[in-house]
């Protein structure tokens, strides 16, 4: 996760799921013959969380880690404590 092309596939891995969620929203609002707010609501809570969750992810847990988490643990574990936190958020938000 420390290097570039771990944090690319999570990355993309992150993106995809977000447009997925998206397109099948869409395509239920489609079929339901909703009024526009419902192909438009659905739009802007999915840009809405992905920036708030962005802000989270860059600015808040990171910070949290350094000051609050890790200098509690002894160095040769905190690469796997950062791991579990990582699998830990995954199942939160499934």
Request: aromatic residues 6%; charged residues 10%.
């Amino acid at each position: 996760l420390n290097q570039p092309t771990g944090q690319l596939i999570i990355s993309a891995a992150t993106v995809n799921e977000l447009v997925n969620i998206s397109l099948m929203t869409e395509i239920h609002a489609i079929t339901a013959n909703g009024q526009w707010s419902s192909y438009v609501t659905p739009l802007f809570v999915m840009l809405l969380l992905v920036a708030v969750m962005g802000v989270v992810a860059v600015q808040v847990m990171p910070r949290l880690l350094d000051r609050v988490i890790l200098p509690r643990i002894a160095k040769r574990h905190r690469e796997n404590v950062v791991l579990g936190f990582m699998f830990a958020a995954t199942l939160m938000f499934m």
